[in-house]
């Protein structure tokens, strides 16, 4: 038995510990009756994750009152009405403050349940189990809940920090290897924006990660956890330095929306095109080498993730990718602004970015591959 990692946010009172080892479902009852004095617990969770990770959890909190609610899987869960109807079988199972919930699956989850843990009663305490790659090391750490509406994605929400966090990295033996990669694009981001040394130990132990060595998954995640949690304990609600967290990314909802979110292009697949595309306008504006484009195309390469839109089946439109990327969000005063980089592992946070440079770039990587 080996012992499990843990990484601090620190949140002021809210602080929370995230735990990541083997055989971390088995040690719930105890991680958890430290966290919290609650003794009912609803677990939510989505119709793909298997039956034995709910039982070993009821199992390991023996004498509490427990309940199951089921969504179904996928990012459809996160609409208004079915987060309505999970409240409603939320209160059936008669919640009081005292009344914690689980969340246990991957970013749908984790995010309609925070959320839902954040208004209950004018909020109750919540615990994450992420059981995607993608949630283990992105949206179990920060706070962000939310559902969409048809304006967008994640426009309805609030921060709301979970109690705890239990990452147990034998979750990820049944995830299917496409969403397994998608969350390693999140892993390779964090080495890109500040940590060239995690960058170059990522390159060296890719076989390792690929193989889902133990050793090397534990070292992934507790990586990109301590990252993420120290720039979100500078910025909580992102008015500066949690920025960097969206390199690759405005490019990466563009391309997203475009794809129509169909299945074609999942989310992790879509940053790993757009930090291609960040690395591509760096370079464009004179901040970042050829050779840094190259190494990081290479290693995306290797991982077996898409750097060009055309490696998916769709047909793309620059002027309406450039649309898509002025309405996003990261947009402020009608300009672009855009998480740059002057090599790998020193990410920046530029505004004023001009639209043709951006087009010019989204038309290079469409046609360049
Ligand atoms: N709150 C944040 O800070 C934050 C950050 C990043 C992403 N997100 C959100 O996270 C969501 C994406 O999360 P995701 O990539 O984890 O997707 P997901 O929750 O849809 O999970 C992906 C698929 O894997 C299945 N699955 C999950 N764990 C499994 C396991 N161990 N074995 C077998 N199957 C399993 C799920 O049922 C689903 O079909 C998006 O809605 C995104 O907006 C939130
Ligand atoms: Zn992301």
Request: some cysteine.
């Given at each position: 038995?080996?012992?499990?990692?843990?990484?601090?946010?620190?949140?002021?009172?809210?602080?929370?510990?995230?735990?990541?080892?083997?055989?971390?479902?088995?040690?719930?009852?105890?991680?958890?009756?430290?966290?919290?004095?609650?003794?009912?617990?609803?677990?939510?969770?989505?119709?793909?994750?298997?039956?034995?990770?709910?039982?070993?959890?009821?199992?390991?909190?023996?004498?509490?009152?427990?309940?199951?609610?089921?969504?179904?899987?996928?990012?459809?869960?996160?609409?208004?009405?079915?987060?309505?109807?999970?409240?409603?079988?939320?209160?059936?199972?008669?919640?009081?403050?005292?009344?914690?919930?689980?969340?246990?699956?991957?970013?749908?989850?984790?995010?309609?349940?925070?959320?839902?843990?954040?208004?209950?009663?004018?909020?109750?305490?919540?615990?994450?189990?992420?059981?995607?790659?993608?949630?283990?090391?992105?949206?179990?750490?920060?706070?962000?809940?939310?559902?969409?509406?048809?304006?967008?994605?994640?426009?309805?929400?609030?921060?709301?920090?979970?109690?705890?966090?239990?990452?147990?990295?034998?979750?990820?033996?049944?995830?299917?290897?496409?969403?397994?990669?998608?969350?390693?694009?999140?892993?390779?981001?964090?080495?890109?924006?500040?940590?060239?040394?995690?960058?170059?130990?990522?390159?060296?132990?890719?076989?390792?990660?690929?193989?889902?060595?133990?050793?090397?998954?534990?070292?992934?995640?507790?990586?990109?956890?301590?990252?993420?949690?120290?720039?979100?304990?500078?910025?909580?609600?992102?008015?500066?330095?949690?920025?960097?967290?969206?390199?690759?990314?405005?490019f990466?909802?563009a391309l997203?929306h475009q794809?129509?979110?169909?299945?074609?292009?999942?989310?992790?697949?879509?940053?790993?095109?757009?930090?291609?595309?960040?690395?591509?306008?760096?370079?464009?504006?004179?901040?970042?080498?050829?050779?840094?484009?190259?190494?990081?195309?290479?290693?995306?390469?290797?991982?077996?993730?898409?750097?060009?839109p055309?490696?998916?089946?769709?047909?793309w439109d620059v002027d309406l990718l450039l649309e898509a990327m002025?309405?996003?969000?990261?947009?402020?005063?009608?300009?672009?602004?855009?998480?740059?980089?002057?090599?790998?592992?020193?990410?920046?946070?530029?505004?004023?970015?001009?639209?043709?440079?951006?087009r010019?770039?989204i038309?290079?990587?469409i046609?360049?591959?």
């Amino acid at each position: 038995v080996t012992i499990a990692d843990k990484v601090t946010v620190q949140m002021g009172k809210r602080t929370y510990d995230i735990i990541i080892g083997s055989a971390v479902l088995e040690s719930a009852g105890v991680y958890i009756s430290a966290a919290t004095s609650a003794n009912h617990f609803v677990i939510i969770t989505d119709n793909n994750i298997p039956e034995s990770y709910i039982s070993t959890i009821k199992c390991a909190l023996n004498k509490a009152r427990i309940d199951v609610v089921k969504i179904a899987a996928g990012e459809s869960s996160k609409s208004f009405s079915c987060f309505n109807s999970l409240l409603d079988s939320i209160f059936e199972t008669l919640p009081d403050r005292n009344t914690t919930l689980i969340a246990l699956g991957g970013g749908v989850v984790g995010d309609i349940v925070g959320f839902a843990a954040s208004v209950i009663l004018r909020g109750i305490d919540f615990i994450q189990i992420p059981t995607t790659l993608l949630s283990q090391v992105d949206s179990s750490v920060g706070g962000k809940t939310g559902i969409n509406n048809k304006f967008g994605k994640n426009l309805i929400g609030s921060f709301y920090q979970p109690k705890l966090v239990l990452i147990d990295i034998d979750t990820l033996k049944t995830l299917p290897k496409r969403e397994f990669l998608a969350g390693y694009a999140e892993v390779v981001k964090y080495g890109l924006i500040n940590d060239k040394a995690f960058f170059n130990w990522l390159d060296d132990n890719l076989d390792d990660i690929l193989s889902m060595q133990p050793a090397a998954l534990k070292k992934i995640i507790t990586t990109s956890c301590k990252s993420k949690a120290e720039i979100v304990a500078q910025d909580e609600k992102e008015s500066g330095v949690r920025a960097l967290l969206n390199l690759g990314h405005t490019f990466a909802h563009a391309l997203e929306h475009q794809a129509g979110y169909d299945g074609s292009l999942v989310h992790g697949e879509a940053v790993s095109i757009g930090m291609v595309m960040a690395f591509c306008l760096s370079n464009r504006l004179g901040f970042c080498s050829d050779k840094d484009i190259d190494v990081v195309k290479h290693h995306l390469v290797r991982s077996g993730l898409p750097i060009y839109p055309s490696e998916i089946k769709k047909i793309w439109d620059v002027d309406l990718l450039l649309e898509a990327m002025k309405q996003d969000k990261k947009v402020s005063d009608g300009m672009l602004v855009f998480i740059l980089v002057k090599s790998i592992g020193d990410a920046f946070i530029q505004k004023n970015v001009a639209a043709n440079v951006v087009r010019d770039t989204i038309l290079q990587n469409i046609i360049n591959s």
